[in-house]
């Protein structure tokens, strides 16, 4: 089993900055990838960012509309994944999670956004962006 607990959320801004983190527990050795989904009042979860690792390489993925304001790391001494989020504007409001798989290759990092790979969901947290 592996655990995923998300914190960072808050309020702030249009133009701020959050950093969101997603500490992982567990069979960690089970998995290679993470993702940072949100979900919106109403709204279907999307992918936000993802990253895989294999071996000494890794791949990262992020959805249109996040590109070049966010971007995801990683430090494997903490078994934390990071999402750094810039320039927030209020369609960023969400309830953002992290989720955790095992992925066979990292060469095609578009299918790191697509929610049934993760098998491992942490509970989420909570990002409002005002105008």
């Known amino acids: 089993q592996v655990q995923l607990a998300e914190s960072g959320g808050a309020s702030v801004q249009t133009g701020g900055s959050l950093r969101l983190s997603c500490r992982i527990s567990g069979y960690t050795s089970s998995i290679n990838a993470i993702g940072w989904f949100r979900q919106a009042p109403g709204n279907e979860r999307e992918a936000v960012a993802a990253?895989?690792?294999?071996?000494?390489?890794?791949?990262?993925y992020y959805a249109d509309s996040v590109k070049g304001r966010f971007a995801i790391s990683q430090d494997k001494g903490e078994n934390t994944v990071y999402l750094q989020m810039n320039n927030l504007k209020p369609e960023d409001t969400a309830m953002y999670f992290c989720?955790?798989?095992?992925?066979?290759?990292?060469?095609?990092?578009?299918?790191?956004?697509?929610?049934?790979?993760?098998?491992?969901w942490g509970q989420g947290t909570q990002v409002v962006v005002s105008s």
């Open positions: 989720a955790a798989a095992r992925v066979r290759s990292i060469s095609h990092p578009e299918a790191l956004g697509s929610d049934f790979i993760y098998a491992y």
């Open positions: 990253i895989a690792t294999e071996g000494s390489g890794s791949t990262s």
